[in-house]
């Protein structure tokens, strides 16, 4: 079985396919690489950390010979390459960080992967190269479009996704080159525990407990389609398992909903637990429901996101047929699951609010 080299592990995606991978791979190491942005929380391995068969590095996939090093030292034969910029928003604010991270960035660790597993005479150490990326590669769906799949034509449309597809063909490049042993999955909009509160479910879910506007981009009717984020997990472990090198796998949770369905479940989820439950009244005295008022009041429309995708939809039908994938997760489950984790972990939340983050979210507010 693999070691795993997981670069951006302590990000939201990175940390649950951890928890994931060494639950269900007892013989199993995982080496985290993470330069810990706002994004990345390292105590959020804790729970984790414990176990020996973890290891922690802080550093930078922008750092060819440290990666090198590590995949040598540690003799680690799997990198899952989930270190990016993640965040649209912040892609059109600062594009730059977006380029060196996911692009220059990925074409390190591409460097330090041949580096460490191609010998001299150009032949190949068992190895694997799992690169994470995105629907958003595929740009945008009119409403009655078929949905996304492994052959649709390439057209990203934010800074965002043009990193990740200019990383999605690097990592092609170095298969069809120089024969380095890739597999991609682009999927869809995740959502679980440990996700930043700058994305929309985490965001609005903290800001109806706290009272805030839910700022909702245009006129909500936007699409994506949602996927719990262990049911990535188990696409990812698949694909390193049973994929074929050169290929890629669309991931999916067939869970398409408008923006606007998305939070008013929540604020409907909420209005009922916050209602019917005195120690979390007493907790979020700034919540609508705690003085018996409606969330949905806090609803509020603004300016769209520039250059908004309308509409996202995976077909997985390859990842299925190819590698028997399933999500196993429904989206009332999978809903209730994340609304509980929030509301359970606050410590978590209000920790990663502080200082720059909240600096930020305010910043953005004030600006729209
Ligand atoms: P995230 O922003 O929560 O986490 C990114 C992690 O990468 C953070 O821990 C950050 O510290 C780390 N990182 C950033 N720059 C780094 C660098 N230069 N060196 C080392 N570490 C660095 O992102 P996420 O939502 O967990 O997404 C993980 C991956 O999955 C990304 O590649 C993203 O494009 C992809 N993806 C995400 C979604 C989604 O809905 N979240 C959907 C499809 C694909
Ligand atoms: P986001 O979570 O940023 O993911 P992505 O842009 O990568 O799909 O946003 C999901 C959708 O929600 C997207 O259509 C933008 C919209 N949105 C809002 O309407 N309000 C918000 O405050 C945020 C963060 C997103």
């Known amino acids: 079985m693999p070691d795993l080299l997981v670069t951006g592990g302590a990000g ?20 985290v690489l993470d330069s810990l942005t706002y ?8 729970a984790v950390m414990d176990d020996g068969r973890l290891e922690f590095v802080h550093g930078d996939i922008r750092n060819t010979s440290l990666v090198e ?14 270190a990016a910029e993640s965040h649209v928003d912040r892609s059109i604010e600062g594009p730059d960080e977006f380029i060196d991270t996911n692009v220059v960035g990925t074409h390190s660790l591409l460097k330090a992967a041949r580096a460490a597993w191609q010998d001299q005479d150009g032949s190949w150490r068992r190895h694997r190269f799992h690169h994470v990326s995105t629907d958003e590669v595929y740009g945008s769906l009119g409403s009655d479009d078929p949905a996304f799949h492994e052959g649709t034509r390439y057209a990203p449309n934010s ?4 990193s990740k597809a200019a990383s999605d063909h690097l990592v092609r490049a170095y298969h069809h080159t120089f024969g380095l042993e890739v597999t ?22 903290l800001n109806i ?7 909702v981009y245009g006129d909500g009717m936007n699409i994506r389609d949602w996927l719990f984020v262990d049911d990535h997990c188990l696409g990812i472990e698949l694909a390193l398992l049973k994929g074929i090198p050169g290929e890629t796998y669309c991931i999916g949770g067939n869970n398409e909903r408008t923006n606007i369905d998305i939070v008013r479940m929540l604020c409907s989820m909420l209005q009922d637990r916050v209602v019917g439950d005195e120690t979390l009244r007493a907790r979020f005295p700034e919540c609508p429901a705690s003085r018996g008022e409606s969330i949905e009041g806090l609803i509020t429309f603004v300016t769209d996101r520039p250059g908004h995708d309308l ?7 390859k990842a299925s047929n190819d590698l028997g994938y399933e999500p196993s997760e429904n989206f009332e489950s999978g809903f209730r699951k994340t609304v509980d984790w929030y509301l359970s972990n606050e410590p978590w939340w209000s920790k990663v609010m502080d200082g720059s983050y ?11």
């Open 39 to 46: 994004a990345g929380n390292r105590h959020s391995l804790d």
């Open 69 to 82: 090093e590590l995949l040598r030292d540690r003799d680690l034969d799997t990198i899952v390459h989930l």
């Open 12 to 31: 939201f995606i990175g940390i649950n396919l951890v928890r994931w991978w060494l639950d269900r791979h007892q013989d199993d190491r995982v080496v």
């Open 209 to 215: 407990l706290h009272g805030k506007p839910l700022p």
């Open 159 to 162: 800074p965002y996704s043009a």
């Open 311 to 317: 509409r996202y939809a995976i077909d997985a039908g």
């Open 184 to 205: 991609t999955t682009n999927c869809s909009n995740n959502y679980g525990p440990y996700q930043f509160p700058e994305k929309l479910i985490p965001l609005m879910i």
């Open 358 to 368: 909240r600096d930020w979210l305010e910043t953005n507010y004030e600006s729209r």
